[in-house]
């Protein structure tokens, strides 16, 4: 071990004078944290990621000793493993299988030219025949066969070469091959393999030298193909590959004034960049082993402290600009529009907007959301929108620019579902058109991995066909007129095949019918709980329905079938609001111009808006509202809510005139708005000639007080 530790001595000497020319980010950043120390300080071990934890398998410790030590992360700290069998630095190792591979290796013996196997509770020997035994190599798995690229494969003090064979062993045979050569000596190179192709970063290739060579190499053929070099030689470093992007972080690189790097290099268009990314603890020789966007990197020499062992646990994350957004839904509303896009998982978005009357661009900062309303736009006028993802990394691709027009459009459709096998009809009432003729209908249909969304003409119902048992459908019914588009009615419902459960959903005032299809000899257990997980129903029945007693909210409904062939079952969200009836509204008049609002309890609303004239003065939960008009001529409306729906308005016309000396308040009018209103016990009928006796008599009282001269020019 001491002659190994000269020797890299010697090549830290050799290296220190090469040249580097410093690039600049491209948009990247390489955010960075420490995480909990390894238990003891080490360099030079293999790592991997096994049932959702990371392994870190021997190694050398400080004063370079070898260790046989397996260290596992899980839940945020470091627990002992099983040990190896004998002591091991320098390995390669993989996951294949549901097994770890551990590939060659160096120890007090010698180069270990052998696999062991640890299948999740002990290690043990597979091979020990490898036809050149290496350390330092590449080592990675394909088609069930485990590759290992170049490597280290003498121990004294030398300076000759590494490897460049090609070995492999297959798993199938239980036997090694040796198929080709690299495009030059390989050691300690740092690499990536993504599933189909191997990236390789520098790397030791003899004679004191490092590699400013970069390859891909193919397995699937057995090719190779260079990209553009390093603009200086690097190795023992660490490698990851992420959205495209192949970076590396750490190992012996330097720049032309013999400074050592401790950042992050990337390739990105064409040519390799320096970002402004430090490492916390500059290394070489580091385990690392690459989740997600996240390379994590342990152990190593610590190239601060004099290339001594360290026990540094780091956490280096690729963040790039977001992806280009798209518009999964737009909607021309009355004086509003609506958009909606798929999440790109970042940060948030703007929206740039601007209209065909007023070309100059706003922009809003809308934040972490996949959806926005505009509104108090002008009908008739076309509006232009664009949506811009930001995230630490800046501004991504914006989406593409669409353009609508406000206006008034037909009510949202009312939307049930049959399930059938491999299919279902979805079925619409007609909603009310908006005042034009429906045109027909769009039918948007959505999972987890597609959407699309077809016209069906000016239909009632649609039958989609090949749909994929077990897979939660959302299908959105959008009626249209030459206005624009209604709201979607949606349902939500898991496609079955034969034999399975179809379940349909009838929303009424006190609750939910659910129904299915029936099957002999079945019994069916039906549980809803709310969207905390609290169960509301359970039971056990043989017939195909059930109303649910529940409150206005968001649950999860699941049916289990079983007979005699066993047990299907399905599950299914259900959001459960009605359309609020309009509020029947009273009112009476205090001092000072005080009108007091009090309205019944609206099956459905859980608040209620207050709007004088059109604006929206107030959101209240109670069932009344006092507010002091100014003089002149008002209209209120009163409207029952849910978080889905809105009631046509109730409305009243009031007038208020300012005398000179005091005030007066005549009811001008009272606006029914579709539904009978009553007040008092009374008819409308009744009520209406009251009110027309009233206005009468004040009237008349005007005209007197006019002709008395009491109150000079000022009138009622």
Request: net charge positive; with cysteine; proline share 5%.
């Amino acid at each position: 071990m001491r002659v190994l530790c000269s020797i890299r001595t010697l090549l830290l000497l050799l290296l220190v004078g090469l040249s580097f020319v410093t690039l600049t980010s491209g948009g990247l950043i390489f955010p960075t944290s420490t995480l909990p120390n390894l238990p003891i300080p080490l360099s030079q071990s293999t790592a991997v990621y096994y049932n959702g934890s990371i392994y870190v398998i021997g190694g050398l410790t400080s004063g370079a000793l070898f260790v046989s030590s397996v260290y596992v992360f899980q839940n945020g700290k470091w627990i002992d493993g099983p040990p190896l069998p004998f002591h091991l630095a320098e390995a390669g190792g993989v996951v294949l299988n549901n097994n770890i591979y551990v590939v060659g290796g160096l120890n007090e013996s010698g180069i270990f030219g052998g696999i062991l196997v640890f299948n999740g509770n002990s290690w043990y020997t597979i091979s020990t025949s490898m036809p050149v035994p290496v350390y330092g190599a590449v080592v990675f798995a394909y088609n069930n066969q485990i590759y290992v690229i170049g490597g280290m494969n003498t121990t004294g003090f030398t300076l000759s070469p590494p490897s460049r064979l090609i070995q492999v062993y297959s798993l199938n045979t239980n036997s090694w091959r040796i198929i080709g050569y690299a495009p030059e000596p390989m050691g300690y190179s740092g690499y990536y393999f993504n599933g189909n192709a191997l990236y390789v970063v520098g790397g030791y290739i003899g004679y004191a030298s490092g590699s400013n060579q970069v390859y891909m190499y193919f397995p699937s053929n057995n090719t190779w193909v260079s990209l553009p070099p390093l603009k200086t030689n690097v190795y023992a470093n660490a490698v990851g590959y992420y959205g495209g992007i192949l970076y590396g972080v750490g190992g012996y690189y330097y720049n032309s004034l013999g400074q050592f790097i401790p950042g992050a290099i990337y390739y990105m268009n064409t040519s390799w960049k320096l970002s402004d990314f430090n490492e916390n603890i500059p290394t070489v020789y580091s385990a690392y082993v690459q989740v997600g966007n996240k390379l994590y990197i342990i152990g190593g020499l610590d190239a601060s402290k004099g290339f001594v062992a360290t026990s540094a646990f780091q956490e280096v994350s690729l963040i790039l600009p977001p992806p280009k957004p798209v518009i999964r839904f737009a909607q021309a509303g009355n004086n509003s529009i609506s958009l909606s896009w798929y999440d790109t998982n970042t940060s948030g978005y703007y929206i740039q907007w601007w209209s065909s009357i007023d070309n100059n661009k706003s922009t809003i900062n809308v934040g972490n959301v996949s959806s926005y309303l505009f509104i108090n736009l002008t009908n008739g006028v076309t509006y232009y929108f664009r949506i811009i993802p930001y995230n630490q990394a800046g501004n991504g691709t914006s989406s593409d620019i669409i353009s609508l027009t406000p206006g008034a459009v037909p009510d949202s459709p009312s939307v049930k579902v049959i399930v059938g096998d491999r299919n279902a009809t979805v079925i619409w009432s007609k909603p009310y058109n908006g005042g034009f003729p429906i045109l027909g209908y769009y039918l948007t249909v959505k999972t987890d991995n597609s959407s699309y969304t077809i016209n069906v003409g000016n239909v009632s119902k649609y039958t989609l066909t090949n749909l994929t048992p077990e897979v939660l459908y959302e299908v959105m019914v959008v009626a249209y007129n030459k206005l624009g588009n209604s709201s979607p009615g949606i349902v939500n419902f898991v496609a079955l095949t034969t034999a399975s459960i179809s379940v349909s959903v009838y929303k009424k005032v006190n609750g939910v019918l659910i129904s299915w299809n029936k099957t002999e000899n079945t019994t069916y257990n039906l549980l809803i709980s709310d969207k905390k997980g609290k169960i509301i129903v359970n039971i056990t029945t043989t017939n195909t329905s059930y109303f649910a007693y529940i409150p206005y909210g968001i649950y999860n409904v699941t049916i289990r079938a079983t007979n005699q062939v066993g047990t299907n079952s399905t599950s299914f969200p259900i959001v459960f609001y009605i359309p609020p009836f309009i509020p029947l509204v009273k009112f009476s008049i205090g001092n000072n111009s005080i009108l007091n609002l009090k309205w019944n309890n609206v099956t459905g609303a859980t608040f209620y808006l207050v709007y004088v004239n059109t604006t929206l003065i107030a959101n209240v939960t109670t069932d009344s509202y006092s507010l002091n008009l100014t003089p002149g001529f008002h209209v209120i409306r009163v409207v029952a809510a849910n978080p889905i729906y809105n009631s046509s308005p109730a409305s009243l016309g009031i007038l208020i005139q300012q005398h000179s000396v005091t005030s007066s308040i005549t009811t001008i009018n009272t606006i029914i708005d579709t539904v009978t209103t009553v007040m008092s016990g009374i008819n409308i009928k009744t009520a209406v000639i009251i009110i027309a006796v009233v206005i009468v008599v004040l009237a008349i009282i005007a005209f007197l007080l006019r002709r008395g001269g009491g109150y000079g020019a000022a009138g009622i």
